[in-house]
Each structure stands twice: as structure tokens, then as C-alpha cells.
């Protein structure tokens, strides 16, 4: 596949909204696309309802009743953690969006428990039976899925504007379009939106492997912005031999050193306790303050965490294990795609962003989202960017003369390199950057610049290299996606001299009032960092969109 659109494609649709990503955030925006009445088409990287972080274990969901005072402690309890960045007029959006969303979930025949008095519990999904659900619900509303068909690059079209993608089918090597119909002259792939969730570096958190950041890569190449990516050094506490980060249940948990001594200090919710001593010597966990009685529950509720317990004959609740910290990168994190206004549309016209691919500081600041936060935030934003990508696919109405689309792919897409890329030594060389606690857990001045030289030079020999078939193509983009991604992270990180919410930085531990904004960033061969104040208008925000 060349960067020059040809017409060698087995595969050539045309549609009114193109979804990229089949997790909670791009099932949401289909349906909410396919409901307001325009033709949808979502491919998936994976399995559409299988694949991604959400559909293999619980999610907990960030549902409040409308109550003035529990929505009130629910707003409150972020702002101080994620260095009072968020915004509540935001927040107050999310949860309004998503009480009505999960009510919707349990219309559809979702199968939510009771509680002792006999009341629906709705703060928690089962990742399977919601994306099965989800899955049956947008094919319900004619929604075209392609599955194991990741999308490789956007198309624009004359004036700028995102006006589909290109992609291939992992088995069948088929390489599929979606785009206008240009012998019929007229617009019919109109809006696109990125739901393809963050960047976990592949660092083998349980379905994480499909989250690279093609996402970022993709609408970073059409021109859009990111933002908070310094926010994105989430780790989560993992036994030494599972890969399962579900962290809830270590809020029970005692962690001790190998001889049984009690780490003083170290939490759940101080992690950065449990990093410092990992970088000397191992750290076991017992979940020993979880009463008898609570037990079974804990089991049903997350299955998939005592797997791996049960397989090594372990038992958490009375023997001690082994545990480590796993970078979930921007996944947990709170930085992506800059969002410009109430419709989720990024910087570039045409273009979406919801889900882990957005920026999630509107609601979260710069401390992590979780599991409840981020889940709120797929299931809102996937509502708002369907609908509105529906509303802007209908503005355009036909045109009558005949407009060009182009790929604007570049990693991997050009084919007069000389060099063979080695995408396995690319990533190994990635991961070294970002894994370590002491390189982006705890961050210097010194290391962030030595990191950032490397990732450098690692971009350049991407761009110097090719690609000889799909499948290395597929390889390639997921490793330039993740360089970028680095790059974004540690150069904001660079800018955002101060320690804040999850960043922290060594040579700067004190929150800085005077650095109580949001940091933008962009680029590719040469990355960029700008201040952005908060809290810009909806009505300056559109200004800026427009403006790009």
C-alpha cells in the first residue's frame, strides 16, 4: 500500500460516518450514529466486542443518580487528585450522558445485579456480556462491521478535512476504503472518528496488546492535536506472573518485602511507594483485609484476577505473592486527541475523537480515570461524537463538482527507502525508554532528555526505512505509533516543569500555580508544546477548530 491512493482495493465502501475502533467508545458512537440516521461502517482492529481492555474483565462505571449531593462528592473527589484541571461543566455532562446511557444498557436486557435491598447496581459492567451486547446492538442498527481489519491511515480531501481511512484485513490480506464516491461526485464517507483507545506500549496488560496509539499516529498525520500527554505514566499493580491490572481489589492488600517486613507506606493508592522499593528488591502482596465474608463476591465481581491465582495454586487472601508494576501508558492515563468543543471534534474538521483516543482531562484532570471514570467517559463521548458526526455528514449535503481525497499516511507508506525496517527492535528500544519506574515514573530533567533523544533518533530510522508487505505495514504503523506517542508524552512532560497529578517530576516536587494549564501538543518529525489556560469557551473553542 503506497501513500498515493490507486485504486488496488479489494474492498472499496462508501458511508456516512466511518468509526475506527470497536471498543466501548466506538460501539457507542456507531449506535449513536446509525440512530440519528446516517449509514455507518466501524472497523475494528480485533474482534469488534472481544478485543480491548473493557471486554475482558469488570469495568466499574462512573454512575451517579442525579442527586445535588452525590454528584457533588463525585466531582469534588478528582479535582484536587488530578491537579484542578478538570472541568465540571464536563463532568456534569458525563454524568448526565452516561445515567441515561446505562439505564439504556439495562433496557437492552443487560444483566445488572441487585443489591440488598433489592435495587439495581449499575456501577460496574462485565466486559464480556456489555460488548457482546454492544456488538449485537450496533449490528441491530445496520451498522457494517469489519472485523481484524485495523485501519492504517486517513484520507482528506482538498481542503483538509478527514474524509475516511484505508486499512487491510489481517486474515485475508484484503485491503479495504472508505471513502467518497468519486465518480458519483459526491461526499460519502463525510466524518471519521478515532475510537481506538490509548497506548499501553505493549507491556502485556491484559488486552492491552491492541492498543499502540494508531490512533494518535493517524490523526496526528491529518494535523490534529493531543493534549495532557505528559499525563500518561499510569501503572498498574500486577501479580509478578498475571497480567491481569485490575487494581480494586489491592485496596484490601498488605505489601511486605520478601522477608515478610511490611513496606511502610505502601498502598494501592501509593504506588509510587511500591515503585521505589521495586527498583531495589521484590515486593509480595497478600490480600489479607478483605473479610471472609466478602471473598465470594470479590470472585464473582473479577473473575478473571484469581485466574491466574488458581492456575499457580496460590491463594491471595492467605498467601503471599509475588507483584510488579505494569505501564497501562495513556490507557489509564488521561492524555489524546485534543477535543475542541461539546462535539467531540477534534482540531481537524471531519474528524472525532472519544474514548481512551480522546484527552480525558476534562473530567479527570491529570490523575488517572481508572476503570469508572474512563468508562463514563467512553460511553458519553462514543454518544455525543456518533451523533454529532451524523449531524455534520448531513450538513455537507452533495457536492457538485468532483473532490479528491489522498492518504496522508507516511511511516511505512513510502516505498523508495533503502533501509529495512526492523519493527521488533524498534519497539524493544521503545519499551526501554517507557517502562522503567525510573525513567517515567519518576521523571528528571536529565532522563526525560536523554529518553527523548533516543525516541528521536528511533523516528528517524522509521522514517528512513520500508516496508515490504501488509503484515510488516500493520507492524511498522504500531511501532511509529508508539514512538509518537513517547515523544508527545516526554516532551510535554519536559514542558510541565512541576509535579501534578500523575507527573511527577523529581527535580520539581511541588505543584505549581502558576503551571495550572493544559499542555498541547503535535507534530511528527519535529514535536511541538504549547500552554493552553483553561477552561476556553465552547464558542472560542470552535473558533480555534475552525481556524486549524
Avoid at 98 to 122: C, H, M, S
Avoid at 453 to 481: C, D, F, P
Wanted: glycine letters at 10%.
Amino acid at each position: 500500500m503506497l501513500k498515493t491512493l490507486t485504486t488496488d482495493f479489494e474492498l472499496d465502501l462508501e458511508t456516512d460516518v466511518l468509526v475506527i475502533g470497536g471498543g466501548p467508545a466506538g460501539t457507542w458512537a456507531a449506535w449513536s450514529a446509525a440512530s440519528s440516521g446516517a449509514r455507518v461502517i466501524l472497523v475494528d482492529k480485533g474482534y469488534c466486542g472481544t478485543t480491548g481492555c473493557a471486554a475482558v474483565s469488570g469495568n466499574g462505571v462512573w454512575y451517579v443518580p442525579p442527586d445535588p449531593e452525590a454528584r457533588e462528592i463525585a466531582k469534588a473527589s478528582r479535582e484536587s487528585l488530578g491537579g484542578f484541571l478538570s472541568d465540571r461543566n464536563w463532568m456534569d455532562r458525563v454524568l448526565d450522558q452516561t445515567y441515561i446511557n446505562v439505564n439504556q444498557l439495562a433496557e437492552w436486557g443487560y444483566p445488572f445485579p441487585t443489591d440488598d435491598e433489592g435495587k439495581p447496581y449499575r456501577r460496574s459492567l462485565q466486559g464480556p456480556e456489555y460488548m457482546r451486547l454492544m456488538r449485537r446492538q450496533i449490528q441491530r442498527a445496520r451498522v457494517k462491521i469489519l472485523d481484524n481489519s485495523p485501519a492504517l491511515e486517513l484520507l482528506v480531501d482538498d481542503d483538509g478535512a478527514v474524509a475516511g481511512a484505508t486499512g487491510v484485513n489481517r486474515q485475508t490480506g484484503e485491503k479495504w476504503i472508505v471513502r467518497r464516491r468519486e465518480a458519483a461526485c459526491r461526499q460519502t464517507s463525510q466524518s471519521t472518528i478515532i475510537a481506538t483507545g490509548g497506548c499501553a506500549f505493549l507491556s502485556k496488560a491484559l488486552g492491552c496488546n491492541v492498543l499502540t496509539g494508531d490512533g494518535y499516529l493517524m490523526a496526528a498525520e491529518a494535523g490534529a492535536e493531543m493534549s495532557g500527554m505528559e499525563f500518561s505514566n499510569a501503572y498498574g499493580i500486577s501479580a509478578a506472573f498475571s497480567s491481569v491490572t485490575k487494581t480494586l481489589f489491592y485496596n484490601w492488600a498488605t505489601f511486605t518485602y520478601e522477608d515478610g517486613t511490611v513496606i511502610p507506606g505502601a498502598s494501592s493508592h501509593r504506588r509510587s511507594v511500591i515503585a521505589e522499593t521495586l527498583l531495589q528488591q521484590p515486593v509480595y502482596a497478600i490480600i489479607d483485609k478483605a473479610a471472609e465474608s466478602m471473598r465470594p463476591s470479590m470472585r464473582l465481581a473479577q473473575p478473571n484476577f484469581f485466574l491466574p491465582f488458581d492456575r499457580a495454586g496460590i491463594d491471595p487472601f492467605t498467601q503471599r505473592f509475588p507483584v510488579t508494576l505494569r505501564l497501562e501508558g495513556t490507557v489509564r492515563g488521561t492524555g489524546g486527541i485534543r477535543i475542541v468543543d461539546e462535539s467531540c471534534s477534534s482540531s481537524i474538521r471531519g474528524l472525532y475523537a472519544a474514548g481512551d483516543a480522546a484527552t480525558r482531562e476534562l473530567i479527570c484532570g491529570g490523575f488517572t480515570g481508572g476503570g469508572s471514570h474512563n468508562a463514563a467517559w467512553a460511553i458519553s463521548s462514543g454518544y455525543w461524537s456518533g451523533k454529532s458526526a451524523a449531524e455534520y455528514s448531513r450538513s455537507l449535503g452533495e457536492y457538485k463538482t468532483q473532490r479528491h481525497v489522498k492518504g496522508v499516511g507516511e511511516v511505512g507508506f513510502e516505498s523508495d527507502r533503502s533501509q529495512t525496517l526492523a519493527t521488533d527492535e524498534i519497539i524493544q528500544a521503545v519499551q526501554a525508554e517507557v517502562f522503567p519506574y525510573e525513567k517515567n515514573y519518576f521523571r528528571t530533567e536529565k532522563g526525560l532528555t536523554e529518553s527523548l533523544g533516543k525516541l528521536n533518533h528511533l523516528w528517524q530510522e522509521l522514517r528512513s526505512s520500508q516496508v515490504k508487505s501488509n503484515k510488516e505495514l500493520i507492524r511498522a504503523r504500531e511501532a511509529a505509533a508508539m514512538v509518537a506517542t513517547a515523544r508527545w508524552m516526554y516532551s510535554s512532560a519536559i514542558e510541565r516543569k512541576e509535579t501534578r497529578g500523575m507527573h511527577k517530576h523529581q527535580d520539581y516536587p511541588e505543584l505549581d500555580a502558576n503551571q495550572q494549564h493544559h499542555l498541547i501538543s503535535g507534530g511528527l518529525d519535529r514535536v511541538w508544546v504549547k500552554s493552553q489556560p483553561l477552561h476556553t469557551t465552547e464558542k472560542s473553542q470552535s473558533k480555534i477548530g475552525a481556524a486549524v
